[in-house]
Nanobody, 122 residues
Framework: QVQLVESGGGLVQAGGSLRLSCAAS????????VGWFRQAPGKEREFVAA????????YYLASVKGRFTISRDNAKNTVYLQMSSLKPEDAAVYYC???????????????WGQGTQVTVSS
């Protein structure tokens, strides 16, 4: 069973950048699609980005496209979310997830990390 651990969250000023990492355990990780979701207080979990197992096909939430980049290094069993030009509305707990295929629907993922907090000051 794959396990996921996120890191890289923190406090950043609006306009700044952060890179989130999601380290996976398990030899089969490279066969999983991966996704990033976020959840702000009082709001539902929201899709942010996803990538297929090959690292070729990507999907993004419209409001982050051009600012966020999802990538993966299967040799390191790690997924990244590079976030630039951060806005206060990007503040949330960010979760990485793994599943059979990339999807914007959280129900398509069966493995989740514990989340990492991103705070953006205005």
């Amino acid at each position: 069973q794959v396990q996921l651990v996120e890191s890289g969250g923190g406090l950043v000023q609006a306009g700044g950048s952060l890179r989130l990492s999601c380290a996976a355990s398990g030899r089969t990780f490279s066969s999983y699609a991966v996704g990033w979701f976020r959840q702000a207080p009082g709001k539902e979990r929201e899709f942010v980005a996803a990538m297929d197992w090959k690292g070729i096909t990507t999907y993004y939430l419209a409001s982050v496209k051009g600012r966020f980049t999802i990538s993966r290094d299967n040799a390191k069993n790690t997924v990244y979310l590079q976030m630039s030009s951060l806005k206060p509305e990007d503040a949330a707990v960010y979760y990485c997830a793994a599943g059979a295929r990339p999807s914007s629907d959280y129900r398509g993922y069966n493995v989740w990390g514990q989340g990492t907090q991103v705070t953006v000051s205005s």
